[in-house]
């Protein structure tokens, strides 16, 4: 009907905010230790918080509707418009690459508790596959995906959560009884 929801676009920002890092999070921590992590992970908020108010204000001020190389040629000139032109680009392919490799790597790691081993790369283009089909279909029809996307995220979290725990456990133990 065109008309959205409070628990639709409720969930549509959950998904926004949640996005990679869910993959990615974990990964830093564990190489780089809780402070160092921490201090990295202040850091890069503070940075994301400021350049997305700085764009909120710059799209407000506008009259005329403009995407990110245009509000920044705007502002800032022909150099940061060029400069923006290269990087905005490259940000979005690198998030899609982003969400392929980690897509297919939960699937993989899904897959895996449940006795199917396939190769991951297969699992990168199946995810690749589904994402494009869904994209292809429409916009409205990515928007019905987004809206659901974070509760089935949350929910195949929870399950490999309980199928692994007791996993997690033995190698625990292993591990205490391996130091004495």
Known sequence: SGKSSFARSTLSVIGTVVGAGIFGLPSVFARLGLWHGTLLFIALTGVVLITHLLLVDLVLAEKIPRRMPGLVRRWLGAWGGRLAGIIYPAQIIGADIAYILLGGAFLDLAARQFGLAIHPVLWQWLFWIVMAYTVYRSLSFVSKVEAWAPWLLLASLLVLT????????????????AAK
Do not use: H, I, R
């Not at 309980?162 to 009884?177: I, W």
């Open 162 to 177: 309980f199928l692994v725990q007791p996993q997690a456990v033995l190698a625990k133990d292993e591990t205490q009884a």
